[in-house]
C-alpha cells in the first residue's frame, strides 16, 4: 500500500452526514499529528498532505543530511551514507524527504489511530449540533416522530438530530404515533453527559408567537407587533397586538378574512380558543378588552395593589370569569392586574340576598339560579323571562312565580 486512504480504511467515516468533508480532512490531520509527535517526540518535520477529493493522505517525513557520525536526533537527521542510497546526488547540509507508508505503522498504532478518529469525530458533531441548534432556540422545527415514550417523544430533523419533546410541553390533547409529522418550538439546549439535549415546546408563548409570524404576513413584516401572550394550552390564549400604522386593523389582519388566517393556528394548538385584542396604554380600556367577550359597565383601578375592580351586570358575570376560571385567569395575566370581579348589583344596598326566600321558593330552584350567577333577587329580575327559561332546567311558570314572589318583596 503506497499511500493511506482513509476513506477506505475507516469506513465508519460514512455514517458522519453533518460533517464536512474539508473538516474531516482537517480532523484527521490533527489525528495523525497527534499520534506522530506521541511516537517520534515531534511533528513539526512532518508534511501531511490530504487530498480533500479521493480521501487520500500523504505523510513526509523532513530530515537533514549529516555525516554519518554527527547524527543526534534520528527523527530530525539522516546520515549521508543511507540519503545516498534515496538519491546519489544528495549531499551533506541538504534535505531530504521521505513518505511514510501505511506498513511503517504497526497494528497497535492503526487501532489507536482509528479510535482517536472516532471519538474526534463524534466530539465534533456534538458540538456543531450544540451550536446550531443555541442559535436556534424559539424558532419552529418540524420534525417526524420517531419514538414515543409515556414521558417524552423522541423526534428526529430532517437531518437525523435527535430532538425531545417532554409530555409537559405536550398540548394535553396531543396524540402521536410513530412516523407522524410534529412541530414544536425549540425551547432550550443543553449539555447533558456531554451530549447536547435539544428540547422542544409546543406549551410556550413563544410556539404561538411565532406560528402567528408564519400565518399572517403583517406580523412577519413588522408592521403589526405581539405585545404579550398568555395561554393555557388546548383550552385558551389572549394575545395582545398593535400596529403603529393607522391603516391596519391589527387585530382584522390576525383573525383573517372569515377567520382564515387564525383557523391554521387554532387547528395546530387542538382548537385552542384564541382571543386577539387590540393593545392600549389606558389599563382601563385594556382590561375591559382582555375580559372579552364579557362586557363591563365599569373598572375602579387601585394601582398601588396593581388591582383592579370589575362591575358587571348579572348575565355577564360568567361569561368574565369563562370556563374554568380561564378567561379572568388569563386576562389578569395579560394586563398584570389582580382582576377581581363584582356584580353590579352587589353594590345595592336595596338588593336582596335569594338565600332569604328559602321559606318561599324551594331550595333545589335557588340553586338553579345560584348557578347562573344569580344570587340575588335584582340579579334575576334584570333578566326577562325567556333568557331565565332558556338558561336554567326551570320552567317558565315556576320563573314567573319565582318573581312574582320576589317583585313582592321590592313592592
Known sequence: MEHINLVETFSEFKEFKNIERETMMRILEDVFRHMLAKR????????????????????????????????????????YSEAIKIEPDFEV??????????LD????????IRQNLMSKIQEYEKDNVYKKYKERIGEIITGEVYQVWKKEILVLDDEGIELIL???????SDFYRKGDTIRAVVSKVEMRNNTPAIILSRTSPVFLERLFESEVPEVFDGLI???????VPGERAKIAVESYDDRIDPVGACVGMKGSRIH???????????????????????????LSPAKISSTNIVED??????????????????????NIKLAGKLTGYEIDVFRESDIDAEDVDLQEFSDEIDQWIIEEFKAIGCDTA???LDLDIADLVKRTDLEEETIKEVIRILQEEFE
Not at 547540509?93 to 501505511?102: H, L, Q, T
Not at 417532554?166 to 394535553?172: G, L, R
Not at 407587533?225 to 395561554?231: A, D, G, L, S, Y
Open 105 to 112: 505503522f504497526g497494528r497497535r498504532d492503526i487501532l489507536s
Open 264 to 290: 391554521g393556528i387554532v387547528r395546530e394548538l387542538k382548537n385552542e380558543n384564541i382571543d386577539v385584542i387590540n393593545f392600549t396604554n389606558n389599563p382601563v380600556l385594556y382590561i375591559q378588552r382582555a
Open 378 to 380: 335584582k340579579s334575576v
Open 93 to 102: 547540509g541538504e534535505e531530504v524527504s521521505e513518505e511514510i507508508k501505511m
Open 225 to 231: 407587533t405581539i405585545r404579550n401572550i398568555v395561554r
Open 305 to 326: 395593589e396593581k388591582r383592579a375592580e370589575v362591575y358587571l351586570k348579572p348575565d355577564q358575570v360568567s361569561l368574565a370569569i369563562g370556563k374554568g376560571g380561564f
Open 166 to 172: 417532554p409530555k409537559s410541553e405536550q398540548i394535553p
Open 40 to 79: 517520534f517526540g515531534t511533528d513539526e518535520n512532518f508534511d501531511i498532505i490530504v487530498n480533500i477529493d479521493t480521501g487520500d493522505l500523504e505523510i513526509w517525513r523532513n530530515r537533514a543530511i549529516v555525516e554519518d557520525d554527527d547524527v543526534e536526533d534520528e527523527n530530525l537527521q539522516i546520515p
